[in-house]
Every structure is written in C-alpha cells, then in structure tokens.
C-alpha cells in the first residue's frame, strides 16, 4: 500500500463515518458538526483527485455558507441540547431494508462493469482559466447560458427567501 | 498515483455516500435533518460526476456541472431554510408529520 492508497481509504473513512453520524445522531448539533466533518472530507477527496479548484469552492461553498446556515437555523429554532425524536420503527427497518437492497444492487452493477480510461485522463491537468474561458465564452463546450441561468436562479433565490422569511410588522 | 486507486473504489464510496444520505431522509422526524440529508446526497453525485471526470474524460465538464450542482444546492439550502423558519413561528415545530395545514 502507499501512501496515495492510505490517503484515500483515510479520507473515504471520514466521509463515510461523518455521514453515518450526521443521520443518525440523536442530538442535533453533533448531527451538524458531522456533517461539516463529511463535506470537509469530501473537499479533501476532491484535492486527493488534484481539482484544487472545486476544493476551495466546496470549502467555501458547503463548510463556510451551508453549514453555517444549517447551524444558525438549529439555533434559531431549537433549545440547546435538544435531543431528536426516535424515527418510527417499522418506517426505520423499511428504509434500512430498501437502502441496503438499493447499495446491494449498484454495488453488484459496478463490481461487474470495467471502466475503460479513454485518452490520458489520468494525468490531465485543470486550469483554472480553463474554467472561466468555458464558462464566460460562446460556442461548442462553453456554458455562458447556463451561467446566465444560474445567476437568474440565484437571484430569485435570495428575492424568495427574504419574501418567505420576513416578519411583517403589524401596528 | 492516482491509478494505484480504481475507479470502482470511488464509486463504491458515493454510492455509500447515496444511500446513507437517502436512510437518512426517509427516517428523520426534524426538517433540518432531512435538509442535512440531501447535501449527502448531492455531494455524492458531485463525486460521481469528478471521478468520472479524472478518470474517464480529459475534459473540463465535469467540473463545470459540479460548480453549477454546488450554486443550486446552495440557493436549495437557503430557500428550504427559509421555508422551515417560516414555518416554525406558524405551527412552533419542524416535525414534518406536524405540517399538515394543507391536507384538509
């Protein structure tokens, strides 16, 4: 084993461990704080694959902004210490049952298919001028309208959060 | 490097990633968890789809599909955070079940 494998079982070990205690954790706030050790992990698997570039951006994105709200709303709307009520038991094994039967099958399908590399994918390098040519430029492999879209969106986004959320003050 | 690790090891892990997320969604009596729950889930994709892009396709395109997914789940985030603080000082609870002012 070297180190490369080490590295990844490690931090395969850490999405994994986080996301099993971010579902099932009986306090709230232990929920929260590992979920934000499984996308810190997922971050770190994203270096693992040299996209430095989508590291950050999942850095900032989910652990600086999602988390952080995740959390604000934990405190807006719950006592400290709250504890979570238990799932429904028969609801708890048939989500097991069907979660399990669903790994089951996908794992089968991807142990029996063979990828095959197609060109030097392996050691491509990413700009990240590549990224901002591709999405601000017109053309075949360029993504302006989507951008576009995607600014719209997120625009509507904050229009529709302010709207649901304020408190309208009656006299 | 990085061939030292099959493709396969990569998918197993954001199956898992899927289907933890998924359990997780359907047993969950707490809005905020469930919300927890789908960024498991889409942060599983988003892996899927920059394995595939290292492995498979020297191209660019699956890391611009990841930065768009990770722009919507955050405008997701945001708007369903919104919709459950709203909610808690209408009905004074996150319990999905409780949120039934529409069913009659």
């Keep these: ?7 990844f079982y490690i931090i395969a070990s850490m999405i994994l461990g986080g996301a099993l205690l971010a579902v099932t954790a009986r306090k709230i706030f232990r929920a929260a704080i590992a979920l934000l050790v499984s996308l810190i992990g997922i971050a770190a698997l994203y270096y693992w694959m040299h996209y430095e570039f989508i590291a950050a951006v999942q850095t900032i994105v989910y652990v600086g902004g999602i988390v952080v709200l995740i959390i604000f709303s934990i405190f807006l709307t719950h006592n400290p210490g709250h504890t979570i009520e238990e799932p429904v038991s028969i609801r708890e094994a048939f989500a097991f049952t069907g979660c399990f039967a669903g790994f089951a099958f996908v794992f089968s399908l991807l142990n029996r298919y063979s ?5 030097d994918g392996l050691n491509h ?4 001028a590549d990224v901002g040519r591709a ?5 075949s492999g360029s993504y302006l309208l989507p951008f576009e879209a995607v600014s719209l969106l997120l625009l509507a986004a904050m229009v529709g959060c302010i709207v649901i959320a304020i408190k309208i003050r009656t006299k | 490097m990085i061939d030292q ?3 396969t090891h990569i998918l197993f892990l954001s199956t898992a990633l899927f289907f933890i997320g998924a359990y997780g969604f359907l047993t969950r009596r707490n809005m905020i968890t469930m919300l927890m729950s789908v960024e498991l ?5 988003n892996i899927n ?3 595939f892009n290292r492995y498979l396709h020297p191209n660019i395109d699956g890391v611009i599909f990841t930065l768009f997914i990770i722009a919507i789940a955050a405008a997701e985030a945001a708007v369903a955070i919104a919709i459950i603080i709203s909610l808690y000082r209408k009905i004074n609870s996150i319990d999905p079940e409780q949120a039934d002012e529409l069913k009659y």
């Excluded at chain 1, 084993?1 to 590295?7: C, D, L, N, R």
């Design chain 1, 1 to 7: 084993m070297t180190a490369y494998q080490i590295w």
């Design chain 1, 115 to 119: 990828f095959e590399q197609t060109g």
């Design chain 1, 125 to 128: 390098t990413m700009q990240v």
């Design chain 1, 135 to 139: 999405l601000l430029s017109t053309g």
């Design chain 2, 5 to 7: 690790v099959p493709l």
């Design chain 2, 41 to 45: 889930i889409l942060n599983s994709v």
């Design chain 2, 49 to 51: 789809l920059v394995a």
